[in-house]
Nanobody, 122 residues
Framework: VQLVETGGGSVQSGGSLRLSCEAI????????IGWFRHTPGGKERERVA????????VYADSVKGRFTISRYYNNHTLDLQMNDLKPEDTAMFYC????????????????WGQGTQVTVSS
């Protein structure tokens, strides 16, 4: 299983970025997949948005209405469209995947990408 993230960068407050994750080497349809982030002051990675095997989408309250997660089965990719970015969104963003339904516990996610940095300036 390999997850490769692209699309991070620097943007001013109110701007937009689109992240993409390519999932390689596993039965994509059978796995939950999602985005997490680790902020500079955060103790651990936090869930941003996930898509379960049945298509259920869950967003963190902090990103609802601003971020949109999309899963594409034809090319095994997962995108995160981020609009109205705020300085507090500055973080390393990670794509993660797990066989079956999306786990509630962070430690239960087995597969992680290398991360892509998002920096939002005020």
């Amino acid at each position: 299983v390999q997850l490769v993230e692209t699309g991070g960068g620097s943007v001013q407050s109110g701007g937009s970025l689109r992240l993409s994750c390519e999932a390689i080497g596993y039965p994509y349809k059978s796995y939950c997949i999602g985005w997490f982030r680790h902020t500079p002051g955060g103790k651990e990675r936090e869930r941003v948005a996930t898509i379960d095997t049945d298509g259920e989408i869950v967003y963190a309250d902090s990103v609802k209405g601003r971020f949109t997660i999309s899963r594409y089965y034809n090319n095994h990719t997962l995108d995160l469209q981020m609009n109205d970015l705020k300085p507090e969104d500055t973080a390393m963003f990670y794509c993660a995947s797990q066989r079956g339904n999306c786990p509630l516990k962070l430690a239960s996610w087995d597969y992680w990408g290398q991360g892509t940095q998002v920096t939002v300036s005020s």
